[in-house]
């Protein structure tokens, strides 16, 4: 793969990452309510599982996966199903008190749910897969050697966990984290409400999809 080519890979998932969507609301969601580790945990997480598509990808199996109605719609139902709770969760739990997990002699936040979260985020949902498959095909060829697909599946992985990382760190610097704690009870509402409103479309395209 010629440098050209990777920027021009580095920089349609940059682009790609930057998009507003369930991901950030969840990344965001996670730095709010237990901090700057939490949220880094959330976007880790998230990356490793952008990087699992890739290697879905360059490994053939999204071209079975997309083939397959079924499948397909069955992990786009669960990952809207999955959106939904975190945003019924998010509403029921309104804002927790300003997270301790960063401070000296403090407790750790749980960090287990929130890279789960972040995680789950990105493997549920299916469309990963087409844009991988769209991305990729612009790149890989029948001579290219597992060094160049190994470079990309790297380029995608971490680059949205770069970015989401970033998003994390700057979300939880000191005025950025009070600002979002004074008004924490609305954000955490509104991102929830973006979570359910998303799954919920979500949920009943796949559904019409599959009954038609």
């Known amino acids: 793969m010629t440098l050209t080519h990777w920027l021009s890979l580095f920089t349609v998932c940059l682009l790609g990452a930057i998009s507003p ?9 996670n730095t709010l309510r237990q901090g700057r580790g939490a949220g880094l945990a959330a976007a880790l997480a998230h990356g490793a599982g952008v990087g699992l598509y890739g290697l879905i990808t360059v490994s053939g199996l999204a071209v079975v996966m997309t083939s397959s109605p079924r499948l397909f719609g069955g992990l786009q139902i669960l990952g809207a199903c999955y959106l939904v709770y975190l945003g019924l969760r998010g509403l029921l739990a309104g804002a927790a008190p300003p997270a301790a997990g960063d401070e000296t002699g403090a407790p750790a936040p749980r960090r287990g ?14 469309k990963l897969a ?83």
């Open 130 to 212: 087409i844009f991988m498959l769209a991305l990729f095909s612009q790149f890989l060829g029948p001579d290219n050697h597992w060094g160049a697909k190994t470079v990309m599946v790297l380029t995608v992985g971490l680059t949205d966990a770069a970015w989401y990382s970033l998003v994390a760190v700057l979300a939880s610097r000191p005025g950025a984290l009070a600002w979002l704690r004074y008004r924490g009870v609305l954000i955490e509402r509104l991102l929830a409400v973006v979570l359910i409103v998303l799954g919920s479309l979500v949920l009943l395209r796949a559904l019409a999809a599959l009954a038609g």
């Open 21 to 29: 969507g369930p991901s950030l609301a969840v990344v965001l969601g």
């Open 113 to 126: 749910s929130s890279a789960t979260a972040g995680f789950l985020v990105a493997f549920l949902n299916p």
